[in-house]
């Protein structure tokens, strides 16, 4: 079992950034790769990044690529989320989810834990 809590999200202005952190206990995290999601008001949720175990190797949905970065400390048991040059089109709940293999990283049903989300929320 892995418990996962995000953090870091809140206001911010259009071309503003934040780092979203989730931070995970429960068993050793170093064996789970990492995704990021989020979910906007009647949306569904959304695929944005990925990290796998190793860390050594990020993948991310095109609508975020170049904006978003993820990165991961073990030792702190910690992923990371920088999102740079915010949109108010990226207001959304943010979530971080762990999945045991990097295969369709993308679809969330390959994920079996799950954070609750923090909100972010864009001004223009």
């Known amino acids: 079992q892995v418990q996962l809590v995000e953090s870091g999200g809140g206001l911010a202005q259009a071309g503003g950034s934040l780092t979203l952190s989730c931070a995970a206990s429960?068993?050793?995290?170093?064996?789970?790769?990492v995704g990021w999601f989020r979910q906007g008001p009647g949306k569904e949720r959304e695929f944005l990044g990925h990290v796998t175990k190793s860390g050594g190797n990020t993948y991310y949905a095109a609508s975020v690529k170049g904006r978003f970065t993820i990165s991961r400390d073990d030792a702190a048991n910690r992923v990371f989320l920088r999102m740079n040059s915010l949109k108010p089109e990226d207001t959304a709940v943010y979530l971080c989810?762990?999945?045991?293999?990097?295969?369709?990283?993308?679809?969330?049903?390959?994920?079996?834990?799950w954070g609750q989300g923090t909100q972010v929320t864009v001004s223009s």
């Open positions: 429960g068993r050793a995290f170093n064996n789970y790769a």
């Open positions: 989810a762990a999945a045991v293999y990097s295969i369709d990283y993308a679809d969330r049903r390959r994920y079996s834990y």
